[in-house]
């Protein structure tokens, strides 16, 4: 064996497991292994977890905080404001910004992401062109997928179609954009999965994100899902409108979720910031609620968006530190919620993305975190900054808190 994993503790499941690495998959999952291994590592009773998954971020815009600092805070200045900054960007820009995150997550633990690359006539290829090195250049501890992304509408963007056909030639993932910013959110997503069908390839939508009165474009995405024939391989960011439908429509478009094989990614570091705002008393929270999805079978995850930029002037790149909000948010608090929330940042999380065979399961991709905590509740509660992170088998990133020294006051006579 490559590796063997020793006394760690796995999620719901009760006593010491021993795990075996080899060829960049697990082996075995078992109580106690009698086998020769390379390297052996002792958990010593710490929480094994498959690598955390961010299922939504956006590399080209994160850090631009402190070129741009928020005036009004709204989404208004936020379109406008990276509208203006993205004038600006260049290739070396996107580069450093986009390393830190990645460098940051790697250590995180995140062995999976999905980045949206902002595709349009102001910007042009740039993104594409800065970050597709990127990708190859981390893979050995991170997998990462490009959403060639259409921010600011197609239908009155001329020649944003063609540039997004391009993009996906170059090596795009998945192909993606935003409706509700398009004045024909209806031929905007037509011409989205226009271009799935001639790569391919899955369809990632911000959807349903502005708290307005306009009505749902999640009936538009549903019924061409059915009519390409796409299902499961479309996954939706936001979803917020979603937390104002009374019980009873929300249960009748979870099925509809469920029969096509969508995907939901609730972004609460994002919708809590934006969301809301002209509720003056009994605000709203505006994440999706993601554990009402989940009881009636929908895929759902949640995942990051951005980091200290105009749409969110806050985080560090850490999706355990998002579910740990979201547990907050959505109020979960028992044992078996906890598991869930992890299970939504790995496991629930690749399913959304397209990712299968994640798990501490045998014959899954040997992608884990070891955590410095002994159960999901301590886990969310803490995010702990103590991490041994494992790609393909090999340890990538290993983060422990060392020592904390406390300097007692003096006793006053």
Same mark, same amino acid.
């Given at each position: 064996?490559?590796?063997?994993?020793?006394?760690?503790?796995?999620?719901?499941?009760?006593?010491?497991?021993?795990?075996?690495?080899?060829?960049?998959?697990?082996?075995?999952?078992?109580?106690?292994?009698?086998?020769?291994?390379?390297?052996?590592?002792? /958990?010593?009773? !710490?929480?094994?977890?498959?690598?955390?998954?961010?299922?939504?971020?956006?590399?080209?815009?994160?850090?631009?905080?402190?070129?741009?600092?928020?005036?009004?805070?709204?989404?208004?200045?936020?379109?406008?404001?990276?509208?203006?900054?993205?004038?600006?960007?260049?290739?070396?820009?996107? !580069?450093?910004? *986009?390393?830190?995150?990645?460098?940051?997550?790697?250590?995180?633990?995140?062995?999976?992401?999905?980045?949206?690359?902002?595709?349009?006539?102001?910007?042009?290829?740039?993104?594409?062109?800065?970050?597709?090195?990127?990708?190859?250049?981390?893979?050995?501890?991170?997998?990462?997928?490009?959403?060639?992304f259409a921010q600011e509408g197609i239908?009155?963007?001329?020649?944003?179609?063609?540039?997004?056909?391009?993009?996906?030639?170059?090596?795009?993932?998945?192909?993606?954009?935003?409706?509700?910013?398009?004045?024909?959110?209806?031929? $905007?997503?037509?011409?989205?999965?226009?271009?799935?069908?001639?790569?391919?390839?899955?369809?990632?939508?911000?959807?349903?994100?502005?708290? $307005?009165?306009?009505?749902?474009?999640?009936?538009?995405?549903?019924?061409? %899902?059915?009519?390409?024939?796409?299902?499961?391989?479309?996954?939706?960011?936001?979803?917020?409108?979603?937390?104002?439908?009374?019980?009873?429509?929300?249960?009748?478009?979870?099925?509809e979720l469920q029969a096509a094989g969508?995907?939901?990614?609730?972004?609460?570091?994002?919708?809590?910031?934006?969301?809301?705002?002209?509720?003056?008393?009994?605000?709203?929270?505006?994440?999706?609620?993601?554990?009402?999805? /989940?009881?009636?079978?929908?895929?759902?995850?949640?995942?990051?968006?951005?980091?200290? $930029?105009?749409?969110?002037?806050?985080?560090?790149?850490?999706?355990?530190?998002?579910?740990?909000?979201?547990?907050?948010?959505?109020?979960?608090?028992?044992?078996?919620?906890?598991?869930?929330?992890?299970?939504?940042? %790995?496991?629930?999380?690749?399913?959304?993305?397209?990712?299968?065979?994640?798990?501490?399961?045998?014959?899954?991709?040997?992608?884990?975190?070891?955590?410095?905590?002994?159960?999901? *509740?301590?886990?969310?509660?803490?995010?702990?900054?103590?991490?041994?992170?494992?790609?393909?088998?090999?340890?990538?990133?290993?983060?422990?808190? !060392?020592?904390?020294?406390?300097?007692?006051?003096?006793?006053?006579?």
């Open positions: 064996m490559d590796y063997v994993i020793e006394n760690a503790t796995l999620v719901g499941q009760p006593g010491r497991w021993a795990i075996a690495l080899q060829d960049g998959k697990i082996a075995a999952v078992q109580p106690t292994l009698q086998v020769a291994a390379h390297h052996t590592l002792d /958990a010593q009773g !710490q929480l094994l977890i498959p690598g955390l998954v961010d299922g939504h971020i956006h590399l080209d815009k994160a850090f631009l905080l402190k070129q741009a600092p928020a005036q009004a805070g709204d989404f208004a200045e936020a379109l406008a404001t990276t509208l203006r900054l993205k004038q600006q960007y260049t290739l070396e820009d996107i !580069q450093q910004r *986009s390393r830190t995150v990645l460098e940051q997550a790697i250590a995180f633990g995140i062995t999976a992401m999905r980045s949206h690359v902002e595709v349009d006539p102001i910007l042009g290829l740039k993104s594409m062109e800065a970050l597709l090195p990127l990708k190859n250049e981390y893979q050995a501890g991170i997998t990462l997928q490009l959403a060639v239908t009155n963007q001329p020649g944003t179609a063609a540039l997004l056909r391009e993009a996906m030639a170059m090596g795009g993932d998945v192909i993606g954009s935003a409706p509700y910013v398009d004045p024909d959110p209806q031929r $905007n997503i037509e011409i989205i999965f226009d271009i799935a069908e001639e790569f391919d390839c899955d369809v990632d939508f911000h959807l349903d994100f502005l708290d $307005n009165d306009e009505p749902l474009q999640l009936p538009l995405v549903i019924a061409e %899902t059915r009519k390409r024939q796409w299902q499961g391989r479309v996954c939706l960011g936001h979803m917020t409108k979603l937390a104002g439908l009374p019980p009873k429509r929300l249960r009748a478009i979870a099925a969508i995907a939901v990614l609730a972004l609460p570091a994002s919708d809590l910031y934006m969301m809301s705002r002209q509720d003056t008393y009994n605000v709203r929270r505006g994440v999706a609620p993601l554990h009402q999805l /989940a009881e009636w079978g929908v895929t759902v995850g949640t995942a990051t968006n951005n980091i200290q $930029n105009l749409f969110t002037p806050f985080g560090d790149g850490d999706v355990l530190k998002i579910a740990t909000l979201l547990a907050n948010v959505l109020q979960l608090g028992t044992t078996a919620q906890h598991e869930v929330c992890l299970d939504w940042v %790995t496991q629930q999380g690749a399913r959304a993305i397209g990712i299968d065979n994640y798990g501490v399961e045998p014959g899954c991709a040997a992608d884990l975190v070891l955590l410095g905590a002994t159960s999901a *509740s301590e886990a969310i509660a803490t995010a702990p900054p103590s991490r041994t992170v494992f790609k393909a088998g090999t340890i990538v990133a290993q983060t422990q808190l !060392q020592s904390q020294t406390f300097w007692a006051a003096a006793a006053v006579g």
